[in-house]
């Protein structure tokens, strides 16, 4: 592993502000193969070097999960040689190498993202066969008739290929704003399903993955990371898709 700042390391592993962190390194709470350290630029091998704090060691884990509020007008990308990406906006105390977005967003889709370094973790709920639903609410440009429900119930065609049922449930009758469950996130799923069926979106924003729903504490740009029970609930899948 690559060493790290030790004000980085404490506020990864206990979830800290950078500030924070800095506060009990001055007060020689640290230590460092048993050696008290205020100096929060100082490099650590989170493997190797054995870091206390009072005295009790602290648990660097070897991946990070990060939830963002994706504001629209931003690429669902590490890096982009001209544009913002999701990556960018993870403020630095958090930031790794490494992380990535586990599932894109269009450009002006807005919501959940979920950021990690875990490959086989972004693998396990990204897999089509892995069945993690998706929640979206959708603004359509009318109302989905009962026939259309029906139809992406029964599973939408795009290309010639029918793909896993799709929920939609009506929440503002005015607005025609409707939560829409995915099962698998085909490239611009929601977007081609209705404008298949004449209905355009017209504003789209991700409010779940699995059963982890997007903290309303965040503002759009803003990120925090997830505990590990919050992680698990990300692989939960017990909504009416449910085999
Ligand atoms: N479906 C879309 O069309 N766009 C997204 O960003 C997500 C799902």
């Known amino acids: 592993m690559e060493r790290i700042?030790?004000?980085?390391?404490?506020?990864?592993a206990m979830m800290l502000s950078r500030t924070d962190?800095?506060?009990?390194?001055?007060?020689?709470?640290?230590?460092?193969?048993?050696?008290?350290?205020?100096?929060?630029d100082m490099k650590v091998d989170p493997n190797a070097d054995v870091v206390?704090?009072?005295?009790?060691?602290?648990?660097?884990?070897?991946?990070?999960?990060?939830?963002?509020?994706?504001p629209?007008?931003?690429?669902?990308?590490?890096?982009?040689?001209?544009?913002?990406?999701v990556v960018d906006l993870v403020p630095s105390e958090i930031r790794r190498k490494g992380l990535f977005p586990a599932g894109r967003l269009d450009?002006?889709?807005?919501?959940?993202?979920l950021l990690t370094d875990d490959g086989d973790f972004a693998h396990r709920i990204l897999a089509p066969g892995k069945h993690v639903p998706k929640t979206y609410h959708v603004t359509l440009t009318r109302a989905v008739t009962a026939t259309e429900a029906d139809e992406l119930a029964d599973g939408p065609t795009l290309d010639?290929?029918?793909?896993l049922p799709v929920s939609t449930?009506?929440?503002?009758?005015?607005?025609?704003?409707?939560?829409?469950?995915?099962?698998?996130?085909?490239?611009?799923?929601i977007k081609r399903m209705f404008a298949k069926q004449g209905n355009p979106v017209l504003a789209l924003h991700r409010v779940k993955?699995?059963?982890?729903?997007?903290?309303?504490?965040?503002?759009?740009?803003?990120?925090?990371?997830?505990?590990?029970?919050?992680?698990?609930?990300?692989?939960?899948?017990?909504?009416?898709?449910?085999?």
């Open 5 to 12: 700042r030790i004000d980085k390391m404490l506020s990864q």
């Open 21 to 40: 962190a800095k506060k009990i390194l001055r007060e020689g709470s640290v230590s460092v193969n048993g050696n008290i350290c205020k100096n929060g």
């Open 52 to 70: 206390c704090v009072n005295g009790k060691q602290l648990i660097y884990d070897k991946y990070i999960y990060i939830m963002l509020h994706k």
């Open 72 to 85: 629209s007008g931003i690429v669902s990308a590490s890096r982009d040689s001209k544009e913002k990406t």
């Open 107 to 113: 450009r002006d889709t807005t919501g959940f993202v």
């Open 160 to 163: 010639e290929e029918k793909l």
């Open 169 to 189: 449930q009506l929440l503002n009758d005015d607005t025609h704003l409707y939560s829409v469950i995915l099962m698998e996130g085909r490239y611009h799923q």
């Open 209 to 243: 993955m699995g059963n982890l729903e997007l903290d309303p504490a965040l503002q759009p740009g803003e990120c925090r990371l997830l505990t590990p029970q919050e992680v698990k609930m990300i692989e939960q899948r017990n909504c009416l898709f449910d085999e």
